[in-house]
Structure formats: structure tokens, C-alpha cells
């Protein structure tokens, strides 16, 4: 269907508009065919409606004008849906720049003879005109067309309606019910809109996961992919693409970890802004770690998001305070906020937007996720990728570092050191491990990776202190640490 | 067919069968409607049809007061209870059915 999308000419000729939604842009490449006609079909509960709404509503927002006509909900309903997303359809209306017109279609109609849309054509040039709409939505165009009965004469009147369309300066959206299986499809629509979404739902697992894509967008080209959105308290809302190394923020600056020596084997401190791994066994002291990363980074005066999937913010606290790390004092200066969350209780794109609304809510530098390993309780398997993915991506563009811990499940080969298959992503990856030395267990620590800078490539020994974490000096005779066995941590 | 009883006990004649055409202008399905509509009122002996006529391309808003957006449209508003039928009437039978439609006697 993508004839055009191949990277010639024609893809600069189309204008468009924005939608108002910027992932959605993404999708589209720049927004939706001005003065041209855009379907939206899916099934019910796809979140059809709301996606139309929500951009005639921001444009109107912004200044232009938008009708919006509705065959399902009545125009109180709409505006009750709308409010509880925080938009002001009531204020919009009374400007004069919004207009909702609600049909209600008869349940019973008896036919007799020919018949056709002109009186819909008549109502809907008299609100573009008083309202001098650049923009308008018709929902659920499909409970009008059903009155039709007959495929081919709702074909005809579909015509007719898109060709009154297109001798229009208008920019319209139309959405019609679509089963992705049986029952009543409407196939030539694709071909007389522009540009075509759909949206879909299905089970994944025991979690409901929503899809969006591009069936055609004519004249354009367009990210042909599923893209995953949720419909949460701020509307229809895509994941953000993935772009890798497009925009990222190239790593420069410094910052300690907390631990001297451990600055010393990173030759200076990990990169500010960068993707961190701490890899290794139950109890080798992967949190605290982290935590005492999230302390260094409050005690610059820089925020932390530490979102914990294992235990709670107390828990945390007071594993921090045994280990001689006080938290609680950067939790009451609001440097550090602990969000506990349990891997189960959504899917990964409703954690996903959770912690990407938490990062702008606390506008923080650092995220720490401890652990990553969690995400595979979320859902499908690939799902814990996706998540991962697209959040080091998105902090990736907004120089905020990721802090990752991950349980291994054995100490033995570093081939695939995150668990998830997300070494690429990663700036500077920490392997911790347990080795039997003399009469003990100790823990090793090796910088597995650290992007762009020299390092040490020896383990270290690693003792938890009452006074946190201390890494041995670095010593040229370390070397015999190599000859270590390392032994399977026992698990609980 | 029987003319409907008088719904209160008075025993006078049932008001006459109320109803409004929609067109758009003299487009040809709402040219046949005017005329289809017509001879059906002109062939019932018995009642004399109460018709008013709304050309949508004029008055918009009274269509839409009637949810009214395919054209012709007629709306029997009595008797009771109101119908839809859409389309340019051709079809007598089916319009005759619907104005005398009694839902006390027929199943």
C-alpha cells in the first residue's frame, strides 16, 4: 500500500497539519493531509473518538476553528468525556470556535425508494460556514451509513460525501467502527481517504496492549510499524518512537558514583546522562549501589526518580541505613522520590507513560530502575525490551541518565549481561559476582563496559560496610582474582 | 385496512395523519417524494394528511431539530408513535402501511 513512502519527490509535496498529538506527528511523519480527508476506523473501545476529539479540540485550542459532528454520543455526554480529560469543551463552544453537532440516528427507519446524504451535506456546510471551521470531525460515520443497508449504495453516498470533502478547504477526520475480523468492514473507504489509521486492541497475556498504524497515507510517506498507545487520564497516547542516536546528547561531563575507587576504575566517574547497568546475583549489593548513586547525584543538587519493582520506599530506606546510607533526608528535600510499583499490576505501556509522567512531574536528571529483571513479569517477553528501549530513548534526548539493576541469573557468561538483550543501549555496565576466596564468599566488581573512556578491566573486591560500599585499591597484583571460582549465589 | 379508533372515548373522527417532508430542493429523489407523497394523500379517501413541507438545503436547523440528515425523509409525527421512512416514497405501499400502523391491533 506504501507506493509513495520510498524516498522520492512526491513526499515533500504534501502539506500537512499537526494533530496535536507530537508522537502521533512522529507517526505521520508531520500530521495529518490538510484540506484532505483522514480515516480512523477500529473496533469499539479503541479509542477512536477520543484521538478526534482530542485534535479538532487542540486545534481549536490554538486559535483555529472545528466542527464536530457525532452519530453515537450526545453532545452533554461528549463534553462530560472530555472534561474528565481535563479539556474545556463548554469554554470552546461559547468562543464560538468549537461547534458539536449530535445526531441521534433512528433505531427503525422504513425505506422506500432512493434516497441520499444531501441533507448532511446541507448541515454540514452551514456549521463549517458559521463556524468557519478549517477542521472537522464526524464520528462514527458508519451508524448513518447503516441505514443505507446495501454495501453498494453506502459505497455511492461515501463517495459523495468525500467528493463534497475535497472541493473543500477542510481538513477532516472521519472515524468508522471496524471489526479487525468479521463482520462489517469498509473497504473502500481506505480508498477514498488520504490517510488511513487503525487502531486496535487484543490480549497479550492476561494484559490489554493497543496498537496503532498507518494502513496508507497517499502522497507521503509514513512509519509503517504498530505503534503501542494506552488510553489513560490524559487521553489517547502513543509510546514514543523509537528513533535511536538520533537526537541523543553526546556524553561529556562526570559525575562520581558515590565511591571513590569506583570513580577510579571508570577513569573519572560515569558520564553524566548516561545509560548505566549494575549486573549480578541476589544480595551482591546491586540496590545499594544504585542508591548510593541516587545519593551522589542529590547531594549535587540533582534529582532522582528510583523506581523500585522489588521492595518498598521503607524497605529501601532502611536497607540504605544499614548499609550507613541516610535517604530519608534527600526524600524530605525532594531530591530523591522512590516509586515503588508492582511489575504485575499493568502493562508495559501503562508503566511506561507512569514513569515517563513521574520524570516530567519531578522534572528529574536521574532514573534508577531497580530492576530491570521485573520487567519480564509485565507481559510478553519482548514487551520488557520495548519498555526498556523506549525509555532510555527518551531520556537519551533529554540528557537524563538510567540507572538500571538486573538480577543475573548466573554469574557465568557475560554474553548477555542485561537480560533483555539491551547491552547496546548501554553507556557503562557494572558485572558484580560472588567468589570464594580463603574461607569466604566475597564479591567482585568489574567494569564490564564503559563507553568512551579508559577503564579498569580487572575485578575488584567489593565490601558492604556499615559505612556503604568500599571497593578495594586498585592494585596491579588484582590480576589473581582472575584465577577465582566464581559460585552460583544460593538463591531463596 | 380499518381507521384507527379515537384514542379518548369522545367517539369523534381520528385527527388527521400528521407528517413533514424533507427534501433538498428540487434535486430529483425529493422531486418524486413531492409528487409520490402526493398521489398517496390524493388516493386516501378517508383523511385528509395535515403535510408540511422543510427543504433542508433552506432550513437546516429544523431538519436537524428531527435528527433529519438523508434525503427525502418522511416524518409521520401522528399517528402514533412517530416513523422515519427515508427515500422518494416510490414504494405507496409501504408509506400507506406505516400512516395507518396501529400498534394496538397489529402484532
Known amino acids: ?492 | 385496512m380499518t381507521l384507527r379508533d379515537a384514542s379518548d372515548t369522545t367517539g369523534s373522527r381520528t385527527p388527521s395523519p400528521r407528517v413533514i417532508l424533507f427534501v433538498a430542493g428540487s434535486e430529483r429523489n425529493s422531486r418524486m417524494a413531492r409528487e409520490n407523497l402526493k398521489r398517496i394523500c390524493e388516493s386516501d379517501l378517508h383523511d385528509k394528511y395535515q403535510v408540511r413541507i422543510v427543504d433542508v438545503l433552506v432550513d437546516v436547523e429544523t431538519a436537524l431539530s428531527h435528527n433529519v440528515l438523508l434525503t427525502p425523509c418522511l416524518l409521520i409525527q401522528f399517528p402514533e408513535p412517530a416513523i422515519m421512512i427515508v427515500g422518494n416514497l416510490s414504494d405507496a405501499a409501504a408509506v400507506q402501511d406505516a400512516l395507518h400502523s396501529d400498534p394496538e391491533t397489529s402484532e
Not at chain 1, 453506502?154 to 460525501?161: A, P
Not at chain 1, 536521574?366 to 531520556?395: E, Y
Open chain 1, 1 to 492: 500500500m506504501n507506493d509513495f513512502s520510498s524516498g522520492n519527490g512526491i513526499i515533500q509535496a504534501i502539506p500537512k497539519l499537526k494533530t496535536g498529538n507530537t508522537n502521533l506527528d512522529a507517526v505521520l511523519q508531520g500530521g495529518f493531509p490538510k484540506n484532505r480527508l483522514s480515516l480512523i476506523s477500529g473496533g469499539a473501545g479503541t479509542g477512536k473518538t477520543l484521538l478526534t476529539l482530542e485534535c479538532v479540540y487542540r486545534k481549536a485550542l490554538t486559535g483555529e476553528s472545528a466542527v464536530f459532528v457525532t452519530f453515537e454520543e450526545n453532545a452533554a455526554v461528549l463534553r462530560e468525556n472530555a472534561a474528565a480529560l481535563g479539556w474545556n469543551l463548554a469554554d470552546l463552544e461559547a468562543s464560538g470556535r468549537f461547534f458539536i453537532q449530535a445526531v441521534d440516528t433512528p433505531i427503525t427507519v422504513i425505506r422506500s425508494g432512493e434516497f441520499d446524504v444531501q441533507g448532511l451535506l446541507a448541515m454540514l456546510d452551514r456549521r463549517l460556514k458559521t463556524v468557519g471551521a478549517t477542521w472537522l470531525a464526524i464520528d462514527a460515520i458508519d451508524m448513518l451509513l447503516r441505514i443505507f443497508d446495501q454495501d453498494v449504495l453506502e459505497r455511492e453516498q461515501l463517495g459523495l460525501l468525500c467528493n463534497w470533502l475535497g472541493k473543500r478547504e477542510v481538513t477532516t477526520l472521519l472515524t468508522v467502527k471496524a471489526m479487525t475480523s468479521g463482520e462489517k468492514v469498509y473497504p473502500y473507504l481506505d480508498f477514498m481517504a488520504d490517510c488511513v489509521l487503525h487502531l486496535d486492541q487484543r490480549m497479550d497475556g492476561e494484559v490489554r496492549t493497543r496498537r496503532l498504524r498507518v494502513n496508507k497515507y497517499r502522497g507521503s510517506g509514513f512509519l509503517s510499524n504498530e505503534y503501542p498507545y494506552v488510553i489513560d487520564s490524559r487521553g489517547v497516547r502513543l509510546v514514543p518512537v523509537s528513533c535511536m542516536a538520533l537526537n541523543h546528547v553526546a556524553l561529556r561531563d562526570r559525575m562520581s558514583s558515590g565511591i571513590q575507587n569506583l570513580d577510579r576504575l571508570l577513569g573519572g566517574g560515569f558520564f553524566k546522562g548516561s545509560t548505566i547497568l549494575f549486573s549480578g546475583p541476589s544480595g551482591v549489593g546491586k540496590t545499594l549501589l544504585a542508591s548510593t548513586y541516587a545519593r551522589a547525584a542529590c547531594r549535587q543538587g540533582e534529582r532522582v526518580l528510583y523506581i523500585s519493582f522489588e521492595e518498598s520506599a521503607d524497605s529501601l530506606i532502611s536497607g540504605g541505613r544499614n548499609a550507613g546510607l541516610e535517604l530519608q533526608s534527600l526524600v524530605e528535600k525532594q531530591l530523591l522520590h522512590i516509586m515503588p510499583i508492582m511489575p504485575e499490576s499493568m502493562g508495559t505501556e501503562q508503566h511506561l507513560f507512569h514513569i515517563l509522567d513521574a520524570i516530567e512531574r519531578y522534572s528529574v536528571e536521574h532514573v534508577v530502575l531497580d530492576a530491570i529483571s521485573a520487567c519480564r513479569r509485565m507481559g510478553a517477553p519482548k514487551a520488557a525490551f520495548d519498555l526498556l528501549l523506549r525509555l532510555v530513548n527518551h531520556c537519551k534526548t533529554q540528557g537524563i541518565a538510567c540507572v538500571f539493576t538486573n538480577q543475573a541469573l548466573s554469574t557465568g557468561g557475560h554474553h548477555e549481561i542485561s537480560g533483555v538483550g539491551l547491552s547496546s543501549l548501554l553507556d557503562t555496565a557494572l558485572v558484580m559476582r560472588y567468589v570464594k576466596a580463603r574461607d569466604e564468599l566475597q564479591r567482585r566488581l568489574l567494569v564490564f563496559k564503559s563507553r568512551g573512556s579508559a577503564h579498569s578491566n580487572r575485578y575488584h573486591e567489593l565490601r558492604i560496610t556499615d559505612e556503604g560500599i568500599v571497593i578495594s585499591d586498585p592494585r596491579p597484583d588484582t590480576a589473581g582474582d582472575h584465577g577465582s571460582n566464581p559460585v552460583k549465589p544460593t538463591e531463596a
